[in-house]
């Protein structure tokens, strides 16, 4: 009951009130309930069958391209170093897909007040996600924080010598405070940088990384279109990744279409 309340958005109680309702409805069980678990009567298994049939025939009656929810909006919220960089490949791939579909994206590194928007979309980057949002989470992904230089700065013999990338300058978030300490593995360590830039939009850090003037760190599939295109190149490859989750999450409870749009977009950016 407790799975089944979660997947609806409702409470334990009131879909054990509805199942009651039910149950007196048809004049029997429709559940046999046990400390393990429910499963269904004869009755139950037939009422089911055919309340399934149902709404099969109404899903497809409406189809996704014609559902109302496609035609309203749908408020995303991104860190910015996803928005300015590699988030625009799913909403082209949403937008193209699902053209009645009205996006609002909302670039920012802290959460929307979602008590004021219903239906708002939460994409956050975190390795231990905090649980208390009572977010419901439609997908998730995985990603590295890597290092990257442009590759008229650290040539191909450069891009492992701790030395070399310690010499350059750093390209970092204007939160960053000197010293500016990144951690290395295998062996465990750490370098700093001497000079760095700070630069506000994890955009603009990219943008300077690939003109030559320092060294900066993102997220992997935001820079993967510069490296395979020769313009960047990653840096201390074996001894700098940080494991990252990537998390598309909503308030809401009820499985929606639109869930299952923004999953697709979300699947093709990662396995393209």
Excluded at 60 to 76: M, N, Q, S, V
Excluded at 98 to 107: E, M, V
Excluded at 135 to 147: C, M, V
Aim: glycine residues 6%.
């Amino acid at each position: 009951m407790k799975s089944a309340s979660f997947a609806l958005g409702v409470s334990p109680s009131g879909l054990s009130e509805s199942v009651k309702l039910l149950e007196n409805r048809f004049g029997t069980a429709l559940l046999i309930r046990t400390k393990s678990g429910v499963t269904p009567t004869t009755e139950g298994e037939r009422v089911y069958a055919s309340a399934s049939g149902i709404i099969d025939l109404l899903n497809e009656a409406l189809g996704p391209d014609d559902a109302e929810e496609f035609a309203k909006t749908c408020r995303i919220s991104v860190p910015t170093e996803v928005a300015n960089t590699c988030f625009g490949s799913a909403t082209r791939h949403l937008m193209d897909h699902h053209p009645q579909l009205s996006l609002k994206i909302f670039a920012e590194d802290d959460f929307i007040d979602h008590s004021r928007f219903a239906r708002d979309y939460f994409l956050r980057i975190a390795s231990s996600f905090s649980q208390d949002q009572d977010l419901r989470t439609i997908w998730t992904g995985k990603a590295n924080a890597i290092l990257v230089a442009s590759t008229g700065l650290v040539s191909a013999d450069e891009v492992s010598s701790v030395e070399r990338i310690s010499e350059l300058t750093g390209i970092v978030g204007t939160e960053r405070k000197p010293p500016y300490r990144y951690p290395l593995t295998h062996p465990k360590g750490h370098f700093t940088f001497s000079n760095a830039i700070s630069v506000s939009l994890p955009s603009t850090q990219l943008s300077l990384a690939s003109q030559g003037l320092g060294v900066t760190g993102c997220i992997d599939i935001c820079a993967a279109s510069l490296i395979q295109a020769g313009v960047l190149r990653q840096v201390l490859p074996d001894r700098f990744v940080v494991p990252l989750e990537i998390r598309l999450m909503t308030p809401h409870r009820r499985k929606m279409r639109s869930d299952a749009a923004l999953v697709d977009a979300m699947e093709a950016v990662f396995t393209a």
